[in-house]
T-cell receptor, first 111, second 114 residues
Framework: DQQVKQNSPSLSVQEGRISILNCDYT??????FLWYKKYPAEGPTFLIS?????DKNEDGRFTVFLNKSAKHLSLHIVPSQPGDSAVYFC??????????FGTGTSLTVIP | DAEITQSPRHKITETGRQVTLACHQT?????MFWYRQDLGHGLRLIHY???????NKGEVSDGYSVSRSNTEDLPLTLESAASSQTSVYFC?????????????FGPGTRLTVL
C-alpha cells in the first residue's frame, strides 16, 4: 500500500519556466515532508523540507507547498534550469524517523 | 569531508547464495537505513538502526538482516538471495537530534540475482 504517491512519472519543461511536481499522501500521521533529487548512478540528495504545521517553505528557486486538508504537496522550481533535470522523490516522515518515499518524477528541463 | 560509502557498487550473484552489502558512514550519525529502489515502487525501507546494537524491521524486511556493531557500519545481508531481490540498494544515515533530520544517501549498490 503506497502511502506516498507521485502520479506523474515524468515532466518536461522549457528552461526558464516553472516546474511543478506533485505528491499525494494518505497517512495523516506524517509530521514532515521532504523532497529529494536524484541523478543517475547517484544516491538521492536532500532538497527541501516542510513541517506539517506549515503550508509553505521557500529556499532560493525551490518552494514547497503543503495542503493538509487535501493531503497534497507540491514542489515549485522557478526558474527551471537544465541542471535541474533529475528524478525527484517526495518523502514523508512518521515519528521515529521512518520515511516513506514516492515513486519519483523524472524532470527534464529543455534548453 | 564526511561521507557515506557503499560496496560493492555492482554485484551479480546466484539464487540461494548469501550476499552482504557494506555501508560505511563517517558522519558519526546514530541513525542508519537501508532502502531498495524498484521501478514503480520508489524507495522502500528494509531495515534501520538508531544506534549500536539497535536494529529494526522496515516495510520490506523479509529475507534481509542487519547488524550494528559500531556507529560507522550497517551491513545488509541477504541470507539466501532470490531473483525478487534484484534491485538497487541505498544506504542512508541521519542525525538523531530533534526536528527534521534529512538523510544522507550513499551512491547505491546494483544487485542482480540470477
Amino acid at each position: 500500500d503506497q502511502q506516498v504517491k507521485q502520479n506523474s512519472p515524468s515532466l518536461s519543461v522549457q528552461e526558464g519556466r516553472i516546474s511543478i511536481l506533485n505528491c499525494d499522501y494518505t497517512n495523516s500521521m506524517f509530521d514532515y515532508f521532504l523532497w529529494y533529487k536524484k541523478y543517475p548512478a547517484e544516491g538521492p540528495t536532500f532538497l527541501i523540507s516542510i513541517s506539517s504545521i506549515k503550508d509553505k517553505n521557500e529556499d532560493g528557486r525551490f518552494t514547497v507547498f503543503l495542503n493538509k486538508s487535501a493531503k497534497h504537496l507540491s514542489l515549485h522550481i522557478v526558474p527551471s534550469q537544465p541542471g535541474d533535470s533529475a528524478v525527484y522523490f517526495c518523502a514523508a516522515r512518521k515519528a521515529g524517523n521512518q520515511f516513506y518515499f514516492g515513486t519519483g518524477t523524472s524532470l527534464t528541463v529543455i534548453p | 569531508d564526511a561521507e557515506i560509502t557503499q560496496s560493492p557498487r555492482h554485484k551479480i550473484t546466484e539464487t540461494g547464495r548469501q550476499v552482504t552489502l557494506a555501508c560505511h558512514q563517517t558522519w558519526n550519525h546514530n541513525n542508519m537505513f537501508w532502502y531498495r529502489q524498484d521501478l514503480g515502487h520508489g524507495l522502500r525501507l528494509i531495515h534501520y538502526s538508531y544506534g549500536v546494537h539497535d536494529t529494526n524491521k522496515g516495510e520490506v524486511s523479509d529475507g534481509y538482516s542487519v547488524s550494528r556493531s559500531n556507529t560507522e557500519d550497517l551491513p545488509l545481508t541477504l541470507e539466501s538471495a532470490a531473483s525478487s531481490q534484484t534491485s538497487v540498494y541505498f544506504c542512508a544515515s541521519s542525525e538523531s537530534s530533534g526536528g527534521i533530520n534529512e538523510q544522507f544517501f550513499g551512491p547505491g549498490t546494483r544487485l542482480t540475482v540470477l
